[in-house]
């Protein structure tokens, strides 16, 4: 089943507790993103990677690392996590650009 | 920049009737324009695009939207609401002309249909 798989789904976490979710994709796809997700701003792109060892700032992109050594896996990294961090994650991915992007089931993460 | 404005919170509409969600969007040059839906503790499921071509465009679950180049609009309708389509709603673009941005998102529509 084509898909889109992000661990942990939920997570409580203090801050400065560096923290990794990961992101693996299962259809060979080259674009790869995260997201977040907070109620009245819809989701806002973190990250974006075009391809391996490819990687952009979305519009949010403090506090935040990615990398992308190889192409199913796009794990994003918080070093020092903030409580305004707080938030709704989702990972994404496309086979191009103009195609429509696949999803995962989101993690939702608590920094207190 | 690219931008996507849902000028509407929530709608409501009663099973039956006919709904309609609006999508306002800015690029510099040509967009591809999406809609996305999510429903609860859900990630987000793909419903339509447009890329090129024919400016009305049908997805899933009868859902269709209509390009407005004029008007920069990616309306959201379906001709007979059901109550399953209760749902948070988001239109996506993305710039032609950008070779590197996925998609920014507008800040969703939360549609609510009553029996």
């Known amino acids: 089943e084509a898909q889109v798989t992000q661990n942990p789904r939920y997570l409580i976490t203090v801050t400065g507790k560096k923290l990794t979710v990961t992101c693996s994709q299962n259809?060979?796809?080259?674009?790869m993103s995260w997201y977040r997700q907070d109620p009245g701003l819809g989701l806002r792109q973190i990250y974006y990677?075009?391809?391996?060892?490819?990687?952009d700032k979305g519009d949010v992109p403090e506090g935040y690392k990615v990398s992308r050594k190889e192409k199913r896996n796009f794990p994003l990294i918080l070093e020092s996590p903030s409580p305004n961090q707080t938030s709704l994650y989702f990972c994404a991915s496309s086979f191009q650009g103009y195609t429509e992007a696949f999803f995962g089931q989101g993690t939702r993460l608590t920094v207190v | 920049a690219q931008s996507v404005a849902q000028p509407e919170d929530q709608v409501n509409v009663a099973e039956g009737n006919p709904l309609t969600v609006k999508c306002t969007y800015s690029v510099s040059g040509n967009p591809y324009l999406f809609w996305y839906v999510q429903y609860p503790n859900r990630g987000l499921q793909f419903l339509l695009k447009y890329i090129t071509g024919d400016n009305l465009v049908k997805g899933s679950y009868g859902f269709e939207a209509e390009f407005n180049k004029s008007q920069t609009s990616f309306h959201l309708k379906k001709p007979s609401a059901l109550v399953s389509d209760s749902a948070l709603y988001f239109c996506a673009v993305r710039d032609i002309g950008n070779a590197g941005n996925m998609l920014t998102f507008g800040g969703g529509t939360r549609l609510m249909v009553k029996p």
């Open positions: 990677s075009m391809n391996v060892e490819v990687t």
């Open positions: 259809m060979n796809h080259e674009y």
